[in-house]
């Protein structure tokens, strides 16, 4: 008998979800019913100008801002416990205090604008306050990507367009708790860059009849970018990477285009190759590396028509150009959308590759199954 994760789906009195993995957590009944919980300014806006919507989002300009660090550890909200989740628990996704998007946004009347419905929740990897995907046990690591094939069937079940589990690391990329956790958004929209991959996987399609997933897949394996691969993962520096150390952990078997496609097996590779890749960040400069870890599934098949050449695949994105300077998205990258990059690819890889890996003993990890909770 394999391990069982119990789930419980909770609904806090001030209207947000949570599903919290583990032992009986107990209750959210009792809590305040005003929490800061704010959506009442959510909207959406179309820039004619680049044909692309802005999220604006009023409320979250009353977030808590700086790092919780030094004396203020103790009023993590994410610990057990805490203010977000008051009992012991294995891990927990709930919806954000401050969404961009929600299911509860308002409806909004008149030209160029629209509701911002979606989801904005919070992954909680595990109850200990300290530690990164690079130092959590080969176990927990495996029931963090459970837990994203878990939420992740939910959103896109609810009917999302596009669903995106990621982690801002570091006070770098602006992460104002340092507990580990990651991030889940899901939109009632394409995002541009989706239809930028969407496009490209139909023209790739349509010019080389050939599925643009496997070529890149071919391309990386074995060559001069790649940092490390198992037998369902390959770990490389992209072709034309746009961040000096940008990794893409990229799917090799065709028709795994989304963490709910994922095999048992699949899931202990993907963790693996996660585990090793943040591992080599921090090894690179010999410090916690920020980034941004990016997970890009599959949109729905009526976006378009080669989408079942879309391999599932992970970015990571730090910003870091050396130990001590920092590449900034400034003008150009941002008016335009041009990338310089002052790293060659190769180099960059070869560098990634060069740092020693962290073997871990993997033996009789074992993917839970998760099974609504007992009440
Ligand atoms: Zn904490
Ligand atoms: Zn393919």
């Known amino acids: 008998m394999g391990r069982v994760l119990p789930r419980h789906d909770l609904v806090h009195p001030d209207g947000r979800s949570f599903a919290v993995y583990g ?29 692309t919507w802005v999220l604006v989002s009023p409320a979250r300009n009353t977030r808590p801002g700086g790092q919780v660090t030094g004396p203020q550890e103790a009023a993590c909200p994410l610990c057990p416990g805490g203010p977000e989740l008051p009992w012991p628990y294995e891990l927990a996704v709930f919806d954000n205090r401050f969404p961009s ?24 990897y595990t109850p200990e306050h300290d530690g990164s995907l690079a130092t959590l046990t080969p176990q927990q690591l495996t029931s963090v990507v459970a837990v994203w094939r878990d939420r992740t069937a939910a959103l ?26 990651g991030q889940l958004y899901a939109f009632g929209h394409l995002p541009p860059v989706t239809a930028a991959k969407i496009a490209a996987h139909d023209a790739h399609r349509r010019d080389h009849r050939a599925c643009l997933g496997c070529t890149l897949v071919a391309e990386d394996d074995g060559g001069d970018r790649v940092v490390v691969a198992n037998p369902s993962f390959v770990v490389a520096v992209p072709f034309a990477a746009r961040w000096p150390f940008e990794v893409h952990v ?8 989304r963490l709910a496609d994922l095999t048992d097996t699949e899931v202990v590779h993907l963790a693996q190759a ?15 590396l920020p980034l941004m870890m990016c997970v890009q599934e599959a949109p729905p098949p009526e ?43 190769e ?27 007992r009440r």
């Open 250 to 257: 990229r799917a090799r078997r065709h028709g795994l285009g």
């Open 23 to 51: 032992e009986f957590p107990g209750t959210l009944e009792g809590q305040p019913a005003r929490t800061g919980h704010d959506v009442s300014g959510l909207h959406r806006r179309f820039d004619r100008l680049t044909g």
């Open 303 to 345: 976006t378009g028509a080669a989408l079942g050449d879309w391999h599932l695949h992970v970015e990571f994105l730090p910003p870091h150009r050396s130990a001590d300077r920092l590449k900034v998205r400034a003008s150009v990258e941002t008016a335009l959308g041009v990338f310089i990059n002052d790293t060659s690819p």
């Open 274 to 288: 996660v585990h090793d890749l943040v591992g080599r960040y921090d090894g690179l400069f010999g410090f916690e």
């Open 156 to 181: 896109w079940a609810d009917g999302h367009i596009s669903v995106m589990v990621f982690e801002n690391r570091g006070a770098a990329i602006g992460a104002t708790l340092s507990h580990p956790h």
């Open 347 to 373: 180099e960059g890889a070869a560098r990634l590759a060069a740092v020693p890996g962290r073997p871990l003993s993997w033996h009789g990890v074992a993917v839970p199954s998760i099974v609504a909770g």
């Open 101 to 124: 998007l929600s299911p509860l946004a308002p409806p909004v009347t008149g030209p160029l604008v629209a509701p911002s419905v979606g989801r904005c929740q919070v992954v909680v």
